[in-house]
């Protein structure tokens, strides 16, 4: 057999199983509908913008094959903005002027996400963000939903776990960054959950090694660990200096890159998080079985984020009609949703909504992943 | 001024006018990072085209003056103008007392000083959450409103940013044409004859960098009230290195080199996004290819070429 034959039966079988994955195809016609996104597929976000574009196609596939939107298929137009919010708003205004799309979703990171909302907000496209609600401006912008929890809730998770250990004495290790935000949402929860921040060290963003501060955690004799970083530096030096009280981390480093990048330090460390795809929850297991047929890997939250998005911005697009205003497909955004990820519900004053009942605690065992069964009461 | 240049700066003026109406928005849009970018990159452009200085901080002054326009305007309430104005202070204050000790340095060992100034200020601009909202930036600073006429969409604002832009370009074009510019033309070539003629190499490249530090201070005002929202993540040294690019690509002696160094960082990424995910390595090669293969700029290979064709067309006639 020639190579090229080779390759273009390998293509063909491929497309077969692609194809099985969305079982029986329904068909669509008519002028597909322009939905627009942005995320950070080069530069410092990449780590999520590859997997919420992943996420996002996938959507498409699925939608598409089970009617579209009344019988209209949807196009996905993913773009770009290179972790930079100057290009994510250039992207934007592109998508919403130069193309007409009728919703947004992304980008990826924070400050994009403010950037992009100043246009959205101000022309009423209805827009879902791939964070969590960031600075005090965004709570005025009724018709930007985000599909991740706010830092709040992720500082929540984090002591809600040390609650159920009873631990009280914790030390946490910080980055300058993602680990600054949640921080400062941290300490006035603490004093509520009888917590007290023994140590709290914070390092540089991208640090390549934080040996010190983790010895000073460690000297401070805590019960327990928090991490909150995106980097898998702090989880190597943890290890190195022989901590041994339980670590628990955020989510921010719940990506298989960070867990390849921990080693043998990806052990006894517990993260509260949503989509274990190891062990998906029942809601989940469709989802992650498609992802795995599609992409030959495992889905983690950010995948998951991407897909809920596109089936919410259906979700209202089937509600309130294909042509429907921006404004109307707001509206019809407002109301809960059970997603892959979590239970939304865009209602609420946070234009997330989900319940810290939706989160899971994974553990990581030797570098994999399994599900603990501790979930927060109703 | 000669029938000549009227013949074709009246059809410049004309498309420029028409131009935000007639492009859709998201062009628009890059026509006001473009005018952003010229003023940031003037400033460079005066001090790698005309006092041979390599600045990698004009990122920092660029933070300041759009920090200074969100922290007064949303933080203080206070009007956008003081915003300007606070910026603009902060950051001719900061190069003279930085630029003064750091001058002091030439060559590679100068931009080397200048980098870590850059360095640090994005550091500073992370750490300092409490002035600069750290990772979440700070959100809703108004649009400009100029008597009464809001300045809400890029086709409005492209006006404002523009005409900023070129008075900023008369500045420069008056320092160059001044005195002020032979000496600076002389220290350039050869410091130490400048020295001898008894010119204060110091005080002028201080000078200079005040006025480079204005220039970068006006374009992070003007880029505050456009985006409305400002983060640590504009202000990277990666910022810095796109303004260097601006004189480098365009050509550093002329001022209309900045505006098509300015263009080239805007428009080709945009560009180049559309064939797929290796568009940050083409942008790359074509930054290569335009450094090697025109080592004086776009302009200048412009020039060049126009030169050879008049021989041409002299020898034939």
């Known amino acids: 057999m020639s190579l090229s034959s080779f390759i273009a039966k390998l293509a063909g079988a491929t497309a077969l199983v692609g194809l099985s994955a969305f079982g029986v195809q329904a068909q ?4 597909a509908i322009k939905i627009g996104a942005i995320v950070s597929v080069t530069g410092a976000g990449a780590g999520l913008g590859v997997p919420e574009r992943n996420g996002l196609l996938l959507a498409e596939k699925d939608i598409n094959a089970k009617g579209g939107i009344k019988g209209r298929p949807i196009k996905i137009i993913v773009e770009d903005d290179a972790s930079n919010p100057d290009t994510a708003l250039s992207k934007a205004n592109d998508l919403i002027f130069g193309q007409k799309v009728q919703a947004l979703l992304g980008p990826s990171l924070t400050a994009s996400t403010v950037a992009v909302g100043g246009v959205t907000h101000a022309n009423k496209i209805p827009q879902i963000a791939f964070t969590g609600i960031g600075p005090a401006v965004e ?21 809600e776990y040390a609650k159920s250990i009873k631990a009280t004495k ?3 290790l910080h980055d300058a960054g993602y680990g600054n935000v949640v921080m400062a949402e941290l300490k006035p929860l603490a004093d509520k959950y009888g917590v007290k921040l023994v140590a709290v060290e914070k390092f540089e963003i991208g640090a390549t090694d934080t040996t010190t501060q983790a010895a000073k955690v460690k000297a401070a004799q805590p019960e327990a660990v928090f991490i909150i970083a995106t980097s898998a530096t702090p989880f190597r030096n943890v290890k190195q200096i022989q901590i041994t009280q339980p670590v628990i981390a955020a989510i921010g480093s719940s990506s298989y890159e960070y867990v390849n990048a921990m080693g043998p330090a990806a052990d006894n460390i517990v993260i509260p998080e949503f989509v274990v795809g190891e062990d998906p929850l029942p809601h989940q297991k469709a989802f992650v079985e498609l992802y795995k047929q599609a992409y030959n890997s495992t889905p983690k939250n950010y995948e998951a984020a991407a897909w809920d998005a596109a089936h919410i911005i259906a979700a209202a697009l089937n509600k309130a009609g294909a042509d429907a205003t921006g404004e109307k497909l707001c509206e019809a955004m407002k109301a809960p949703y059970a997603g892959v990820l979590a239970n939304y519900d865009f209602s609420a004053d946070d234009m997330t909504g989900i319940p810290i009942t939706s989160f899971v605690f994974s553990k990581l065992v030797g570098g994999k992943y399994t599900r603990t069964p501790f979930r927060v009461a109703q | 001024m000669n029938p000549r240049t009227l013949l074709w700066l009246v059809p410049c003026l004309i498309v420029w006018a028409v131009l935000p109406f007639v492009v859709p928005r998201n062009i628009a849009d890059l026509l006001v990072f473009t005018g952003i970018y010229t003023v940031a990159g003037l400033g460079i452009g005066l001090l790698l085209g005309h006092c041979g200085i390599v600045n990698l901080a004009q990122a920092t002054f660029y933070g300041l003056g759009a920090y200074a326009s969100a922290y007064c305007t949303v933080m203080m309430g206070l009007p956008s103008i003081v915003g300007f104005l606070a910026g603009a202070a902060i950051s001719m204050a900061l190069a003279y007392v930085i630029g003064r000790p750091i001058l002091r340095l030439t060559g590679y060992f100068l931009a080397l000083g200048t980098l870590a100034l850059s360095a640090i200020a994005s550091a500073l601009f992370f750490e300092w959450d409490w002035l600069t909202g750290g990772t979440l930036g700070i959100g809703g600073i108004p649009k400009l409103d100029l008597f009464g006429f809001l300045l809400d969409r890029p086709s409005r604002y492209y006006f404002f940013v523009w005409i900023v832009a070129f008075a ?3 500045v420069a074009h008056n320092l160059i044409d001044s005195r002020t510019g032979l000496m600076l033309r002389a220290m350039r070539d050869s410091s130490t004859a400048a020295a001898a003629l008894s010119i204060d190499l110091q005080a002028l490249r201080t000078k200079v960098f005040v006025v480079c530090a204005l220039f970068g201070s006006l374009a992070g005002s003007l880029f505050a009230h456009h985006a409305s929202f400002v983060s ?11 303004f260097l690019l601006i004189p480098v690509i365009g050509g550093a002696t002329s001022i209309p080199g900045i505006v098509v160094g300015a263009l080239f960082v805007t428009f080709l990424p945009e560009l180049l996004s559309k064939l797929g995910d290796i568009h940050q390595i083409l942008f790359g090669l074509a930054l290569v290819a335009v450094v090697v293969l025109m080592p004086e700029g776009l302009v200048g290979a412009f020039a060049k070429l126009r030169t050879r064709f008049a021989r041409k067309g002299g020898s034939h006639g």
Do not use: Y
């Not at chain 1, 669509?28 to 002028?31: M, P, Y």
């Open chain 2, 168 to 170: 900023c370009m008369a």
């Open chain 1, 139 to 159: 709570r005025d912008r009724k018709c930007v939903a985000h599909v991740l929890p706010p830092q709040r809730l992720n500082a929540t998770a984090l002591l």
């Open chain 1, 170 to 172: 914790i030390g946490v």
């Open chain 2, 232 to 242: 640590t993540q504009s202000f990277t040294v990666d910022r810095s290195i796109s």
């Open chain 1, 28 to 31: 669509t016609s008519g002028e």
